[in-house]
C-alpha cells in the first residue's frame, strides 16, 4: 500500500512561471526534498544574472535548489539527487533532457508535465507550435518519463479550444493552471498503481523545436495568415519583427485585411494604421514598438513617421 501523502517524497524539476503553480501544489500536499532548475541567466538591460521563477519559489519556501548546467555531463550532481531518496521525480518545463541514470533515480521514476496533447508536439515549444499552426485544440498530457524526447506513455490528457487571439502567454496561462490540476489527480492513482497507461503513437509524432530570437522576423514572402498566427505564437517572447529602413521594427499586435492587389511588401495605411502586404492579404499593425521605444498604436507610429508609405519591397 501506497505511504501518505505528507509520506511521499518529491524532487520537482522545472524553471518557468509555467511550472511554479504546479510547484506550489505539489509542496502543498507532498514533501518537497529539492528543487532542480536551470541556472541563472542575465536579463534585461542591464544584463543582470537573474534567477528562474521556480529557483524564487524554492527559495521563498527554503527548498533546497539544484542548478546543474548540463545534468547529463554532472556526475556528481547525479549522485547529489540520489541522496534525496526521493520516492518521485516531478518535471514541468525544466529545459534539459534527462538521461536514464537520472531516471533510474526515483523509487516510482519520474513523471511529466507536457503543455501538448501528445504525441503531437514533442520537443521545447510546444505551445508556440500550437499557435503558429493553427491547431483548434490543445491540452496538458502527464506521461511517464523514458530516454527519448516526450516520448513516454501517457497517463493521462485534457484538452481546451483555442480562441481566435490566442497568443503564448495567454495559453501558457491556460495550460499551466490545467496542467496542475490534472497532475494532482493523477500522482495519487499513479502511485497506488491503478492508473492506466497508454503508449504513444510514434507515427502520429509531431516536433516543436527550441524557439531562437531570429524566428520572430516577419517575412512577408510568407502567407499572410501563418504571419498574423506568428505574431500570437511568439508574443512575448521572442517577440516579432519586420525590418524597417534597416532597423527591426517589433510587432506586438496585428490583423489580416482583404487582398488589396499590391505587390509583396509594399507598405501602406488602412484606416490610418499601418500596413504591409504579405503573400495572400495585408497584415495590418495595430501595435508596434520602435527600438528603444515604448509600444504604441500603429496609428500613433504613423503620427511619427513620415517614410512608412513606399512603393515596394
Not at 515549444?125 to 511517464?144: C, F, N, R, Y
Not at 524526447?149 to 501558457?172: A, F, H, W, Y
Not at 502567407?223 to 517577440?239: Q, S, T
Request: aromatic letters at 6%; charged letters at 25%.
Amino acid at each position: 500500500m501506497q505511504e501518505s501523502p505528507e509520506n511521499t517524497t518529491i524532487v520537482f524539476m522545472g524553471s518557468p512561471q509555467f511550472a511554479v503553480p504546479i510547484l506550489e501544489a505539489i509542496d502543498g500536499k507532498y514533501q518537497v526534498a529539492a528543487a532542480v532548475t536551470q541556472p541563472d541567466k542575465p536579463a534585461g538591460r542591464g544584463k543582470k544574472m537573474e534567477a528562474c521563477a521556480v529557483k524564487k519559489y524554492a527559495v521563498s519556501r527554503g527548498i533546497p535548489v539544484l542548478e546543474p548546467v548540463r545534468l547529463r555531463k554532472e556526475p556528481e550532481r547525479i549522485e547529489e539527487l540520489k541522496q534525496f531518496k526521493a520516492d518521485l521525480f516531478v518535471i514541468a518545463a525544466y529545459g534539459q533532457i534527462l538521461p536514464q541514470s537520472v531516471l533510474d533515480i526515483p523509487k516510482y521514476g519520474c513523471i511529466n508535465v507536457h503543455a501538448s496533447l501528445l504525441p503531437r508536439w514533442r520537443g521545447a515549444s510546444p505551445i508556440q507550435a500550437a499557435i503558429l499552426h493553427g491547431d483548434h485544440e490543445s491540452g496538458v498530457t502527464i506521461m511517464k518519463m523514458d530516454a527519448g524526447m516526450d516520448t513516454g506513455p501517457i497517463l493521462r490528457q485534457t484538452s481546451i479550444p483555442l480562441v481566435s487571439d490566442e497568443n503564448e502567454k495567454s495559453l501558457s496561462e491556460k495550460l499551466r493552471v490545467l496542467g496542475r490540476d490534472l497532475l494532482m489527480e493523477v500522482i495519487p492513482e499513479y502511485l497506488a498503481g491503478t492508473i492506466t497507461i497508454t503508449p504513444q503513437d510514434d507515427e502520429a509524432a509531431t516536433y516543436a523545436p527550441l524557439i531562437k530570437k531570429e524566428d520572430g522576423k516577419l517575412d512577408v514572402e510568407q502567407p499572410v495568415e501563418l504571419l498574423e498566427r506568428k505574431v500570437r505564437a511568439l508574443n512575448p517572447w521572442p517577440g516579432t519583427f519586420l525590418e524597417w529602413n534597416g532597423k527591426q521594427l517589433k510587432v506586438h499586435e496585428v490583423e489580416v485585411i482583404s487582398p488589396r492587389m499590391q505587390d509583396v511588401g509594399v507598405r501602406g495605411i488602412h484606416e490610418r494604421y499601418p500596413v504591409v502586404q504579405c503573400v495572400g492579404g495585408g497584415l495590418l499593425l495595430k501595435k508596434v514598438q520602435v527600438p528603444g521605444k515604448k509600444m504604441i498604436s500603429g496609428r500613433d507610429f504613423l503620427n511619427g513617421v513620415h517614410d512608412w508609405v513606399n512603393g515596394g519591397a
